[in-house]
């Protein structure tokens, strides 16, 4: 199997290889093109989880098994203009809403509990995770740039550009500059991470984009 990622940094798609007897998960809806003999399965893989991964991630409840009966090519895109990155994985990787694109069948879903500073961070309680050993592709909004941070090392993100991180770091969210801060100065929530670990980090803010077209949609004051 061989993971290709085509123009990178704007609106990237992913181009997944499969030698025959192989087969890769990809969130529903993420199909562009295939050639090859390809059958496709849709399941919840584990009803439980998939409860989980829907009505507490905001994931799909349906995933899409593609398995290759000879040797084929198949194309993936997000949701969102932005990036791909591919990510080797051996352990967790903690992953925001709507940012999984793709993985080995060897990789599992599931949902992490984040407590409340999930919830003040803007993801909800809940985030998804992915573990084992294999590859996935994550999507974000914007570019993607990786930090790795060494044991003890720290990193301060704003929420809105977190697309990723490992599951071995640690983090904490606040205020940015206290509360004056965040109400006038345009500053939202931060998170505080502390290696060792990778940060996957998207270069544009969804939420901050989503409030803007907001600003931009005539208001009904109800009057004729």
């Known amino acids: 199997m061989r993971f290709d990622v085509e123009f990178k940094g704007s609106y990237s798609i992913l181009f997944v290889t499969l030698s025959p007897g192989e087969s890769i998960l990809a969130e529903t809806g993420a199909l562009v093109s295939m050639t090859g003999n390809v059958n496709v399965e849709t399941s919840t893989g584990g009803i439980f989880k998939a409860l989980k991964r829907a009505l507490l991630g905001g994931e799909h409840l349906f995933l899409n098994k593609f398995s290759a009966l000879s040797k084929s090519r198949i194309a993936f895109a997000p949701r969102l203009p932005g990036d791909i990155e591919v990510v080797s994985l051996n352990g967790g990787l903690i992953v925001q809403s709507t940012s999984f694109l793709a993985s080995d069948v060897s990789i599992d879903l599931d949902t992490k509990f984040g407590g409340f500073k999930s919830f003040f961070a803007g993801e909800g309680f809940f985030l998804l995770k992915l573990s084992g050993i294999g590859k996935a592709a994550i999507s974000s909004f914007g570019a993607i740039y990786t930090i790795t941070l060494d044991a003890g090392e720290k990193l301060t993100v704003d929420t809105g550009h977190i697309v ?14 206290g509360i004056k801060s965040t109400l006038f100065g345009g500053e939202g929530l931060v998170c505080d991470f502390v290696g060792p670990g990778r940060i996957f980090i998207q270069t544009r803010n969804y939420p901050d984009f989503v409030s803007w077209i907001k600003s931009l949609v005539p208001k009904d004051t109800g009057s004729r």
Do not use: L
């Open 164 to 177: 990723a991180f490992d599951e071995t770091m640690s983090y904490s969210v606040r205020t940015f500059g």
